[in-house]
């Protein structure tokens, strides 16, 4: 079940990172109009943080390039954020922290009565 859930949220990184890839790859071929593998290239340095490769020519491309970069920011938190939650979950799990809560909770009913 565990194992099946951050599989799942792999997967789901994965996707995620094939779209972000894909609207960074028809954005320089677009706005700097680089050939297709010279835009993949530059997208994924960018989304991977490592940033450009190319010089870019025009102002367009230049604007697209730094909105590309925060978009790639946001979305390496939001990534890192699908693959990680079960494995938080799994551990707050472990260690009961809802069920440390409720206890807390519990108690400080009791004492007020």
């Given at each position: 079940?565990?194992?099946?859930?951050?599989?799942?949220?792999?997967?789901?990184?994965?996707?995620?990172?094939?779209?972000?890839?894909?609207?960074g790859?028809?954005?320089?071929?677009?706005?700097?109009?680089?050939p297709?593998?010279?835009?993949?290239?530059?997208?994924?340095?960018?989304?991977?943080?490592?940033?450009?490769?190319?010089?870019?020519?025009?102002?367009?491309?230049?604007?697209?390039?730094?909105?590309?970069?925060?978009?790639?920011?946001?979305?390496?938190?939001?990534?890192?954020?699908?693959?990680?939650?079960?494995?938080?979950?799994?551990?707050?799990?472990?260690?009961?922290?809802?069920?440390?809560?409720?206890?807390?909770?519990?108690?400080?009913?009791?004492?007020?009565?």
């Amino acid at each position: 079940m565990f194992l099946r859930r951050a599989m799942t949220n792999v997967l789901l990184a994965a996707a995620g990172i094939l779209v972000a890839d894909g609207i960074g790859t028809v954005g320089y071929h677009t706005a700097a109009r680089l050939p297709w593998v010279d835009a993949f290239l530059n997208a994924s340095m960018i989304l991977a943080g490592m940033g450009p490769v190319d010089r870019l020519p025009t102002t367009t491309a230049k604007v697209f390039a730094a909105l590309y970069a925060l978009f790639s920011g946001l979305v390496f938190i939001a990534i890192m954020g699908v693959i990680l939650v079960p494995w938080a979950h799994r551990v707050l799990h472990h260690l009961h922290v809802a069920e440390e809560e409720e206890g807390a909770t519990s108690a400080s009913v009791r004492a007020s009565k």
